[in-house]
C-alpha cells in the first residue's frame, strides 16, 4: 500500500524530533534493522530485530532539515544538521544524512550517513572528552 508524502516525512521527523524531545514516540515497526554510526542491528532472529534499541541522543537539536520523499517506495532521506555529533565542534551542526524506510507507517529500515570535520567525529581520540565541553544538557544515551 502507497503512503501519502506526510506520513512517510512524519515517521523520519518523529525520529529526529526524538533526537532533542525525548517524550516524542517513534514509530518504529518490526522486524527493523538500523545501520547508524557502525552500529547495526539487522543480524539474528529477523522476526526480533527492532531499531528500538535506545542509544539514541538526547537534548540534541536536529537542524536545518531537507527532505527527498520517494512515495512509491516509502522512504523519506533528511538532509539535516546534527549538532553535537562531531565532539570537536560540539556547538555546531555535522552534515548528516538520515534515510528511513517506511512501511505500513511504521520504520523499518534507517540508515545513515555523516560527515565529520574531523576522523571519528572526535569520539576517537581526537577531539575533547564529551564531559569537558561546557555544553549543558548534552549526552548520548547506551
Given amino acids: 500500500m502507497r503512503l501519502p508524502r506526510e506520513t512517510i516525512k512524519a515517521a523520519g521527523d518523529a525520529y529526529a524530533d526524538r533526537c532533542n524531545d525525548v517524550s516524542v514516540q517513534v514509530p518504529f515497526g518490526t522486524p527493523c534493522a538500523r545501520l547508524e554510526g557502525g552500529a547495526y542491528t539487522g543480524r539474528g532472529n529477523l522476526s526480533a530485530n527492532t531499531c528500538d534499541i535506545g542509544g539514541l541522543p538526547e537534548h540534541i537539536p536536529m537542524v536545518n532539515r531537507r527532505y527527498v520523499v520517494d512515495e512509491?517506495?516509502?522512504v523519506v532521506d533528511i538532509f539535516m544538521g546534527?549538532?553535537?555529533l562531531d565532539r570537536t565542534r560540539n556547538d555546531t551542526a555535522?552534515?548528516?544524512s538520515h534515510?528511513?524506510?517506511v512501511v505500513d507507517g511504521k520504520i523499518r529500515y534507517?540508515?545513515?550517513a555523516s560527515a565529520c570535520f574531523v576522523d571519528g567525529c572526535g569520539m576517537n581520540g581526537t577531539g575533547p572528552p564529551?564531559?569537558?565541553l561546557g555544553r549543558r544538557g548534552v549526552s548520548f544515551s547506551g
Fill in 99 to 101: 534515510l528511513f524506510r
Fill in 72 to 74: 512509491v517506495y516509502g
Fill in 130 to 132: 564529551l564531559n569537558t
Fill in 94 to 96: 555535522t552534515p548528516d
Fill in 82 to 84: 546534527f549538532t553535537g
Fill in 110 to 112: 534507517i540508515h545513515t
